[in-house]
């Protein structure tokens, strides 16, 4: 399906059918709404939905899955009630396969490796701390992660969770010390100019809840030129 930029909503559609709509979700957006009152992205879709359809009366819309406000990338909604609970299956179970590209100025220690480790959130500072030993109140957080392009003063990383686990991705690859480009809550030295963090969920592949067919769905990198000087 090819994608749909609406301009007045902001919003770049990557699929839509009658039960699922995924968006490439920019830095900054909040997936759902939180304490700060900022309008989410889903009050947005559903915006979007209710004027291209002509929808009378409130528009459903179901959270499947959230990412970091920082982040940017593939995030998927339910637009009926019926796909809902199968979708929210398919994440649950790990059938649906989250890829996922950061930047990083360090060098890995390997080229490509398996991190395990224990995470602990301290709600106080909304952070996660990796450990390396299994103790009560921590939970496994198992990645994948290969080293795929050496850029001038970066690398381009590809990860595949086996979990999902808060900021999994952000503690896990600071703990291996290679912080996430702009993550400075996970020691990276320099913002990015736009609040962003260098983490893109790249790609989102699942079996449809309703049609049973294979879905695939790449989303563009963002516009700025060390994004640019990575492979598409």
Same mark, same amino acid.
């Given at each position: 399906?090819?994608?749909?930029i609406?301009?007045?909503?902001?919003?770049q559609?990557?699929?839509?059918?009658?039960?699922i709509? %995924?968006?490439?979700?920019?830095?900054? !957006?909040?997936?759902?709404? !939180?304490?700060?009152? !900022?309008?989410?992205?889903?009050?947005? %879709?559903k915006d979007?939905?209710?004027?291209k359809?002509n929808?009378?009366?409130?528009?459903?819309?179901? %959270? @499947?899955?959230?990412?970091?406000?920082?982040?940017? &990338?593939i995030?998927?909604?339910?637009? #009926?009630?019926?796909?809902?609970?199968?979708? /929210? +299956?398919?994440?649950?179970?790990?059938?649906?396969?989250?890829?996922y590209?950061?930047?990083? +100025? /360090?060098?890995?220690?390997?080229?490509?490796?398996?991190?395990?480790?224990?995470?602990?959130k301290?709600? +106080?500072?909304?952070?996660? #701390?990796?450990?390396?030993?299994? @103790?009560?109140?921590?939970?496994?957080?198992?990645?994948?992660?290969?080293?795929?392009?050496?850029?001038?003063?970066?690398?381009?990383?590809?990860?595949?969770?086996?979990?999902g686990?808060?900021?999994?991705?952000? *503690?896990?690859l600071?703990?291996?010390? *290679?912080?996430?480009?702009? !993550?400075?809550?996970?020691?990276?030295d320099?913002?990015?100019?736009d &609040?962003?963090i260098s983490?893109h969920?790249?790609?989102l592949?699942?079996?449809?809840?309703?049609?049973?067919?294979? %879905?695939s769905?790449?989303?563009?990198?963002?516009?700025?030129?060390?994004?640019?000087? *990575?492979p598409?």
């Amino acid at each position: 399906m090819d994608k749909i930029i609406s301009n007045k909503y902001n919003l770049q559609v990557l699929y839509e059918d009658n039960h699922i709509i %995924v968006v490439n979700k920019r830095a900054g !957006d909040l997936v759902q709404g !939180d304490k700060t009152g !900022d309008k989410p992205l889903s009050d947005v %879709v559903k915006d979007y939905i209710k004027e291209k359809y002509n929808k009378p009366g409130n528009v459903y819309l179901g %959270v @499947v899955h959230r990412l970091d406000r920082p982040t940017t &990338g593939i995030v998927m909604f339910a637009k #009926t009630s019926k796909a809902l609970p199968r979708l /929210n +299956k398919l994440f649950a179970e790990k059938t649906a396969k989250k890829t996922y590209w950061a930047l990083v +100025k /360090n060098t890995p220690p390997r080229h490509e490796a398996k991190l395990v480790n224990w995470l602990k959130k301290n709600p +106080k500072n909304n952070k996660s #701390t990796a450990y390396d030993k299994e @103790v009560e109140g921590r939970k496994k957080a198992i990645l994948n992660y290969s080293v795929i392009k050496k850029l001038d003063n970066f690398y381009l990383l590809e990860i595949d969770l086996e979990t999902g686990r808060h900021h999994q991705i952000r *503690c896990q690859l600071s703990k291996i010390g *290679c912080p996430i480009k702009g !993550d400075l809550k996970y020691g990276f030295d320099r913002s990015n100019k736009d &609040g962003s963090i260098s983490l893109h969920a790249r790609q989102l592949e699942f079996i449809h809840p309703v049609k049973k067919e294979v %879905v695939s769905i790449i989303a563009p990198l963002p516009k700025d030129s060390l994004w640019q000087a *990575c492979p598409f």
